[in-house]
């Protein structure tokens, strides 16, 4: 009888790929993480449970077909595994790395819930991916048949590269325009190193482009094209341009920044590009008090990243405690090894100083819950302290920017908080072969539902398009 491949996880721990010494990933934007070797990564994948109903898939956004590729890399068969992975997912290997797994996948499997410690899904898949590009596998996209329509995306990050990749495999011509130097948007420009480095970024931009896609850079519609003449040139018009613009405080001054801005500059030097407002140190964090506000994902991000420019401290101030912050907690872990200090329950209500010298920080505690259930925060009466700093950062989210009424757009709508008003899945918005994806329709949300959400308009459009050939036809 053959020996059992899965349902190992009573004998074999959950065990992560080793992870880099704090101190030494200080010094550096490299991945903190070391890839698995190929006995490794079967090890693991064999601890899945194969159970009969996959909560690990059902709450992927993507829906992949997790057990089935964690059971091909568990019995060698990695090709498989890969071609598993891609079917449902266009970059596993970015997901791999920048995915929430811990509130996702990772949070819902099974063996998790039975304290046996989830399986290392996202490690794993990672692991297929970037084993896939070193064998050769990964290939330019060549369409059994070209069609001569035509599709322009608007946004070259994961919403409108996922939506391109899949239109080019069905034959659609295909243009990007983005306002960038670079394609990639937020994985480009918004990501850190040390958890995406830019050569997986853009050997996907690559494939696009040796794919057939055209990449129209440094073009800002409304300034550059007008969204009419995108319109005009195309049979199908994707806007998949992202939220941008920073929730901000009152408050202004020569060492209060945005952390795009901070984050964007750094993601610059690691391309070697001569960035003016590092040399002039307006947006670095070498030798500074640093103070970022914000619990997310980005806040992270920046914390993390002035940690490896040389900053002197690093606090992160966020208005509730820590179960309730919106970020990953495998990245505050992250950060407090590599030496940031969280200041729970704290608010900031003021600056001081131009350039600043200090943020006015209001304690707080968590009172009544809201609406949804969540505790409000509330302040402590007299509880202020001064924080001494040199460089803030805020890192309060984004919101869309009002695009529609930029460009003169007839036909296309905002909601009430400001989106791109869309159907669901479809993406399908008040004008006549115009749709929407990712965070400019959802708000501020993650890369993996942006690539949802590229795939699903894509399959919509190739009908749309099939629509006006069959009127075409009449």
Known sequence: MAKQPMLKFVTI??????????????????????EYAATKAAEQASRCSQCGVPYCQTHCPLHNNIPDWLNMVATGRLREAWEISQS?????????????????????CVI?????????????????????????????????????????????????????????????????YDRHDRAGGLLTYGIPGFKLEKDVVMRRVQQLEQSGVEFVLNCEVG??????????????????????????????????????????VSNRLSFGDDVPAFTDGSLTA????????????????????????????????????????????????NAEEEGVIFEWLSAPVGFTGDPVTSVRVQKMRLGAPDATGRQ??????????????????????????DWPKTWGAEGLETTRWGTVKAAFTTGQTGAEGVFAVGDIVRGASLVVWAIRDGRDCADAVLSYLAGMRAVAAE
């Open 376 to 401: 409000m925060p509330e302040e402590i009466p007299g509880a202020i302290h001064d924080e001494p700093a040199d460089l803030v950062i805020k890192a309060l989210g984004f919101e869309p920017e």
């Open 286 to 333: 070498a030798g500074k008090r640093v103070v970022v506000i914000g619990g997310g994902d980005t806040a992270m991000d920046c914390v993390r990243t002035a940690i490896r420019q040389g900053a002197t401290s690093v606090k992160c101030l966020y208005r509730r405690d820590r179960a309730n912050m919106p970020g990953s907690q495998r990245e505050v872990q």
């Open 223 to 264: 300034r550059d094209i007008s969204f009419d003449a995108i319109r005009g040139k195309h049979d199908a018009v994707i806007i998949a341009i992202g939220v941008y613009k920073a929730r901000d405080l009152d408050g202004a001054g020569a060492g209060i920044v945005k952390a795009l801005d901070f984050l964007t």
């Open 88 to 108: 449902t997912n266009t970059y596993p290997e970015i997901c791999g790395r920048i995915c929430p797994q811990d509130r996702l996948c990772e949070g819902n």
């Open 112 to 176: 998790e819930n039975s304290g046996h410690g989830t399986v290392t899904i996202g490690s794993v898949e990672k692991y297929i991916t970037d084993t896939a590009w070193e064998n050769g596998w990964v290939m330019p996209i060549r369409p059994a048949m070209e069609r001569d329509q035509s599709v322009g995306i608007i946004g070259a990050g994961p919403g409108g590269m996922a939506a391109a990749d899949m239109l080019r495999r069905a034959g659609v011509q295909v243009t990007i």
């Open 13 to 34: 721990p959950r065990d992560m790929p080793e992870k880099r010494a704090a101190a030494e990933r200080r010094q550096d934007f490299d991945e903190i993480y070391a």
